[in-house]
């Protein structure tokens, strides 16, 4: 579904990414981790246009949309949640859902997914009229995660959706995201929380100063070496 | 019904404000001709803060040059009128074509910029127009002044204050409703956070640029109204410092409110006003006024009147209901 080939990404002067090359299946559930700093958020940012990329290919569904921008990148069905990108705080829980709705047509099909988004965050149905910068950070991290919904994606992309979250909240935000993936959602996860992502994804990816070190299974990579002693810490 | 008193934002204060404004001529001392001039020139200013706001308070883009656009729109309509001797009453939106053109071409280039370049960008605009209008004599006469026809024949100025008032509120009503429909939903989403607009699958340089046609359009239309009340224009309309006097009356209106520059107006142009020819040997000194009032708000009222009504509104509420 997603074929990134010998991606480059720079920032400035700055070369972040390094050949990065990666691929994820029609409705696989995939993790990225990898130290702070690695380039994990920039991977994300350049599949889904926010960046220009240096060199290297992107394909979704056989499309290149590696010269694409954000906004068409959205429309083509893949959509980021990352807490700094996603939220307008000057607007309600309703008004960002309204917004992550903006490109679907039909009213509809935006009810339903309005209450599709409401059934697995109830949280956020009692508080459809607060502002989003009111919001606690849990709750801002289930809005986030519902506005990209909203886009009714193919492909999320996800980026650290447990930072600073109390642990049963973040019990909330991963079973989320098991059922979308379990209704057919194609999840890709950047993660710090590595001990939790290896229960939840079927395969992974280890990124490490913006290279690909690593790559196999969720059994391979419980078991690798490297993995245990940096990220396990066993 | 009632949902349309919502959608344009009607409450009992603004409809108190609407009539207020309405019978203010009949009551002295604003039955007075002078100060009549005054009103109406702090009901251009209002509208013009409307429409300054439409881009400035929603998708964050701060026309530097608005006075230009305005001052398009003037002379293209005064123009129109004495080149081709049409009414007033058509040019004026004739009139409004001209800045809503460049409008179009000058958001093209400058709104896929960050927020400080479009600035500086429109700044440019604003001054090359005034520049144009300085240089091109044949068509202008410069400084000299372009006298052209007024919109009534009467020497009273009860006619031109309901109309610019009139003016004012249909700025309001299409802004108000452009606002809350699903394209205002995008703009505000644009201003308040551009990269969260873009993964929504919105394509911030359209809607810039759609409203800043808009707002451009306006300010024009608006500048056509005052070629026709004062009869006469020269460049300095157009001028950085009426650029700024828009500004702060909208800033202290409130950002993003719309009606907050239109309810700022009277009593500020009012008060500058009197500071003006208090100060008049000193020119100048009313413009410093102006730039520590501006901070003053922009540090300790953000948001502007619009946001202490909002406040108020809040603990009125919450009083009636502790009352129950
Ligand atoms: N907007 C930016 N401008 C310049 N450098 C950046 C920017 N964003 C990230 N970087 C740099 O790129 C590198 C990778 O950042 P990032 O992708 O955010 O890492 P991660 O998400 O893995 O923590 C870091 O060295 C960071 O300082
Ligand atoms: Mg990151």
Same mark, same amino acid.
Not at chain 2, 126 to 146: E, I
Not at chain 2, 250 to 261: D, E, F, P, V
């Given at each position: 579904?997603?074929?990134?080939?010998?991606?480059?990404? #720079?920032?400035?002067?700055?070369?972040?990414?390094?050949?990065?090359?990666?691929?994820?299946?029609?409705?696989e559930?995939? #993790?990225?981790?990898?130290?702070?700093?690695?380039?994990?958020?920039?991977?994300?940012?350049?599949?889904?246009?926010?960046i220009?990329?240096?060199?290297?290919?992107?394909?979704?569904?056989?499309?290149?949309?590696?010269?694409?921008?954000?906004?068409?990148? #959205?429309?083509?069905?893949?959509?980021?949640?990352?807490?700094?990108?996603?939220?307008?705080?000057?607007?309600?829980?309703?008004?960002?859902?309204?917004?992550?709705?903006?490109?679907?047509?039909?009213?509809k099909?935006?009810?339903?997914?309005?209450?599709?988004?409401?059934?697995?965050?109830?949280?956020?149905?009692?508080?459809r009229?607060?502002?989003?910068?009111?919001?606690?950070?849990?709750?801002?991290?289930?809005?986030?995660?519902?506005?990209?919904?909203?886009?009714?994606?193919?492909?999320?992309? @996800?980026?650290?959706?447990?930072?600073?979250?109390?642990?049963?909240v973040?019990?909330?935000?991963?079973?989320?995201l098991?059922?979308?993936?379990?209704?057919?959602?194609?999840?890709?996860? @950047?993660?710090?929380? @590595?001990?939790?992502?290896?229960?939840?994804?079927?395969?992974?990816?280890?990124?490490e100063?913006?290279?690909?070190?690593?790559?196999?299974?969720?059994?391979?990579?419980?078991?690798?070496?490297?993995?245990?002693?940096?990220?396990?810490?066993? | 019904?009632?949902?349309?008193?919502?959608?344009?934002?009607?409450?009992?204060?603004?409809?108190?404000? $609407?009539?207020?404004?309405?019978?203010?001529?009949?009551?002295?001392?604003?039955?007075?001709? %002078?100060? *009549?001039?005054?009103?109406?020139?702090? =009901?251009?200013?209002?509208?013009?803060?409307?429409?300054?706001?439409?881009?400035?308070?929603?998708?964050?883009?701060?026309?530097?040059?608005?006075?230009?656009?305005?001052?398009?729109?003037?002379?293209?309509?005064?123009?129109? +009128?004495? &080149?081709?001797?049409?009414?007033?009453?058509?040019?004026?939106?004739?009139?409004?074509?001209?800045?809503?053109?460049?409008?179009?071409?000058?958001?093209?280039?400058?709104? &896929?910029?960050?927020?400080?370049?479009?600035?500086?960008?429109?700044?440019?605009?604003?001054?090359a127009?005034?520049? *144009?209008?300085?240089?091109?004599?044949? =068509?202008? &006469?410069?400084?000299?002044?372009?006298?052209?026809?007024?919109?009534?024949?009467? +020497?009273?100025?009860?006619?031109?204050?309901?109309?610019?008032?009139?003016?004012?509120?249909?700025?309001?009503?299409?802004?108000? *409703?452009?606002?809350?429909?699903? /394209?205002?939903l995008?703009?505000?989403?644009?201003?308040?956070?551009?990269?969260?607009?873009?993964?929504?699958?919105?394509?911030?340089?359209?809607?810039?640029?759609?409203?800043?046609?808009?707002?451009?359009?306006? +300010?024009?239309?608006?500048? $056509?109204?005052?070629?026709? /009340?004062?009869?006469?224009?020269?460049?300095?309309?157009?001028?950085?410092?009426?650029?700024?006097?828009?500004?702060?009356? +909208? %800033?202290?209106?409130?950002?993003?409110? *719309?009606?907050?520059?239109?309810?700022?107006?009277?009593?500020?142009?009012?008060?500058?006003? !009197?500071?003006?020819?208090?100060?008049?040997?000193?020119?100048?000194?009313?413009?410093?006024?102006?730039?520590?009032?501006?901070?003053?708000?922009?540090?300790?009222?953000?948001?502007g009147?619009?946001?202490? /009504? &909002?406040?108020?509104?809040?603990?009125?509420? !919450?009083?009636?209901i502790?009352?129950?």
């Amino acid at each position: 579904m997603l074929e990134v080939n010998n991606l480059n990404t #720079c920032y400035d002067f700055l070369h972040v990414l390094w050949d990065v090359s990666l691929v994820i299946n029609e409705g696989e559930y995939v #993790c990225l981790i990898g130290p702070n700093g690695a380039g994990k958020s920039t991977v994300l940012k350049s599949i889904a246009g926010l960046i220009e990329i240096k060199s290297g290919e992107i394909f979704f569904k056989g499309i290149s949309i590696g010269d694409k921008k954000g906004d068409q990148i #959205c429309r083509m069905g893949i959509s980021l949640v990352s807490e700094e990108m996603n939220l307008f705080t000057g607007m309600t829980v309703m008004e960002n859902l309204s917004m992550g709705a903006y490109t679907i047509r039909g009213k509809k099909k935006k009810e339903a997914l309005m209450n599709f988004v409401f059934e697995l965050f109830p949280r956020l149905a009692e508080r459809r009229i607060q502002l989003a910068g009111t919001l606690s950070g849990g709750e801002r991290k289930m809005l986030a995660i519902g506005r990209s919904l909203m886009s009714d994606p193919s492909l999320l992309l @996800v980026d650290e959706p447990s930072l600073g979250l109390a642990p049963r909240v973040v019990d909330t935000v991963f079973q989320a995201l098991e059922v979308l993936n379990k209704k057919g959602v194609t999840i890709f996860l @950047v993660e710090q929380n @590595v001990t939790k992502t290896l229960q939840v994804v079927d395969r992974g990816y280890v990124l490490e100063r913006g290279k690909i070190v690593l790559e196999g299974s969720r059994v391979e990579l419980s078991r690798n070496e490297h993995i245990r002693k940096i990220y396990l810490g066993v | 019904m009632k949902k349309f008193q919502d959608r344009i934002g009607l409450s009992m204060p603004g409809l108190l404000f $609407g009539v207020f404004l309405l019978l203010l001529p009949w009551f002295p001392p604003f039955n007075k001709e %002078y100060i *009549l001039r005054w009103l109406i020139a702090a =009901l251009i200013v209002g509208a013009s803060a409307i429409a300054f706001d439409f881009s400035g308070g929603f998708i964050a883009v701060i026309n530097f040059g608005f006075m230009g656009f305005f001052g398009l729109g003037a002379y293209t309509s005064a123009l129109l +009128a004495i &080149r081709f001797h049409l009414s007033p009453w058509l040019t004026i939106f004739i009139g409004a074509l001209s800045p809503a053109i460049l409008g179009l071409l000058s958001g093209l280039v400058s709104l &896929r910029l960050r927020g400080m370049m479009i600035l500086c960008f429109t700044w440019f605009v604003g001054l090359a127009l005034m520049g *144009l209008a300085t240089k091109l004599v044949f =068509l202008t &006469r410069g400084s000299l002044g372009l006298p052209c026809p007024t919109l009534y024949k009467t +020497a009273s100025n009860v006619p031109y204050y309901y109309t610019i008032l009139g003016m004012m509120f249909v700025t309001y009503l299409v802004m108000k *409703l452009v606002i809350q429909s699903h /394209y205002g939903l995008a703009f505000r989403a644009i201003g308040q956070n551009m990269e969260a607009a873009r993964t929504s699958g919105i394509n911030p340089l359209k809607f810039r640029v759609v409203n800043f046609i808009l707002a451009c359009a306006f +300010a024009g239309w608006i500048g $056509g109204f005052y070629a026709h /009340y004062y009869g006469v224009l020269t460049p300095d309309l157009m001028s950085t410092a009426k650029t700024t006097e828009v500004l702060v009356i +909208a %800033y202290i209106g409130g950002r993003g409110s *719309l009606w907050g520059g239109a309810v700022a107006a009277v009593p500020f142009v009012f008060a500058m006003e !009197v500071i003006r020819s208090v100060l008049s040997d000193m020119p100048g000194l009313n413009l410093i006024i102006y730039g520590l009032f501006l901070i003053f708000v922009m540090l300790y009222y953000p948001g502007g009147l619009a946001e202490g /009504y &909002r406040k108020i509104v809040a603990k009125l509420r !919450v009083k009636e209901i502790a009352q129950h």
